[in-house]
């Protein structure tokens, strides 16, 4: 089947449809390039922005400078 032809068949799938076809294209593309990406029962390690105060101070103060700026 041409791309274009499957392209456009996606293009009329319904959201959770695409959102398991992304999900089954990212495993098959992993299979690809490595075979031990994610090992069963292994941690992996995933950032958090708890503990993260100084970020939202930063991230609060440029809103605060931004939002000046549009009323100013």
Known sequence: MPLAELMSQIQELPKID???LMQFL???????????????????????????????NALMNLLAIKKQEKNG
């Open 18 to 20: 695409k959102l398991r």
């Open 26 to 56: 990212a495993a098959e593309l992993i299979k690809e390039e490595d075979t031990n990406f994610f090992v069963a029962n292994q941690e992996y390690p995933v950032w958090s922005p708890y503990n993260c105060s100084e970020a939202a």
